[in-house]
């Protein structure tokens, strides 16, 4: 198959991990005999030092000629004042619109390797396996409208938090149907007793669990569920939320499950998918060759799952994270007192070393 993709390194360690998930890449698709095109663009912080754009016309249309698109990470400090629309993280919300990614989906995974990496008990963050399904087009991040207005002193400041039931349900569709293929359990998550936008989003969410009979829906407030996140995580399945719950509550997951530099996301729903870990551009390590690559190239494995239907790549590529994990190895966000850290590069060959070794056993044994 040809695999065609657009990469975004981005900013800060955004070039460090994405360099090893398509290393990581290219070892599946030489073991499996796929073609790779790949073009690289730039996107965010990179972009504006470039062209004053956080998203140029050219890495749009490359991304929109692509079959998927690998993201590294987007933020810089060096930016923080410049206004909104300049800002690295306007070009994110510029691309997730352009492509049409309204389901971002976030598993968190607790990997028996790392139980002990959890500042939860072992007994409690083991067996975790939750997805999260966030709504990705709407909600406050993209209400209008939105402002600051006013006098230094008496300032006032606008967002808008808007949903449609459209773009409710079609999400609410996304989630069941990744619980059909998993426990067939979705949690809403909401905060109905205080918000409108909330109000109707489990007003429609419950009319789409009509159609999955199959399916045991529930519904909780945001707070509570944060709150049950950490005691009862392994309890969860999927979790289907708006935006700003979505954001919050995956980074959180992140954390119960061990580092957010684990967690991997894919951005579906439009004609192009965008797939980039969690963890976001961390410039206070950038440079150092410390941070985790295992967030990127988990991400290369949904990409494969979800937009070329590559099962087997993909879970080559989750089986190949997991030995290496197995195997003691770990970055620094993930060692314990007197272990020694492994840099990003060597992660990331360890990953394309047992990529290698998981293939050319099921060679052996077709």
Known sequence: ??????????????????????????????????????????????????????????????????????????????????????????????LRRELGAYA???PAICFPALEDCSPLRADLVRGTDIMIVRELLGGLYFGEPRSITGDPGSRIAINTMTYGEPAIERIARVAFDLAMKRGKKVLSVDKANVLECSRLWREVVTR?????????????????????????????????????????LSDQAGGVVGSLGLLASASIGGPVGVYEPVHGSAPDIAGKGIANPLGAILSVALMLRHSFELEREASCIENAVSAVLNEGSRTADLIRVGETPKSTSAMGSQVVGAVKELAAAKRRSA
Do not use: W
């Open 1 to 94: 198959m040809l695999l065609k993709l657009t990469i975004l390194p981005g900013d800060g360690i955004g070039p460090e991990v994405t360099e090893q998930a398509v290393l990581v890449l290219q070892a599946v698709a030489e073991a499996f005999g796929h073609h790779l095109e790949l073009e690289q663009k730039t996107i965010g912080g990179a972009a504006l030092a470039a062209s004053n754009d956080p998203l140029p016309a050219d890495t749009i249309k490359a991304c929109l000629t692509s079959s998927a698109v690998l993201l590294g990470a987007v933020g810089s400090p060096a930016f923080d004042h410049y206004p909104n629309h300049l800002r690295p993280e306007a070009g994110l919300l510029r």
């Open 104 to 106: 971002n989906l976030r």
């Open 208 to 248: 789409c669990a009509k159609d999955y009979p199959g399916v045991q829906l529930s519904h909780m407030y945001v707070d509570s569920a944060a709150m049950s996140l950490v005691q009862r995580p392994k309890d969860f399945d999927v979790i289907l939320t708006e935006n700003m719950f979505g954001d919050i």
